[in-house]
């Protein structure tokens, strides 16, 4: 059975099949737009500008 753990109140979620967790990878529609709005208010953020060796290394695993 497909386990994971909800990233805004890391409660674990097992589930039969990925299919029966439509909010995956939250538990539930609430934790997705406290999710979003912590993307919307600007808690979330970059800490450092990305050095050319990120972006080299991140092309490498998209070939």
Known sequence: MPTYECPTC???VIVAEKEDAPWR???CQRCKLVDLGRWLDGSYTITEPARPEDLDEASEGNE
């Open 10 to 12: 890391s409660k674990r």
């Open 25 to 27: 990878p939250f538990c």
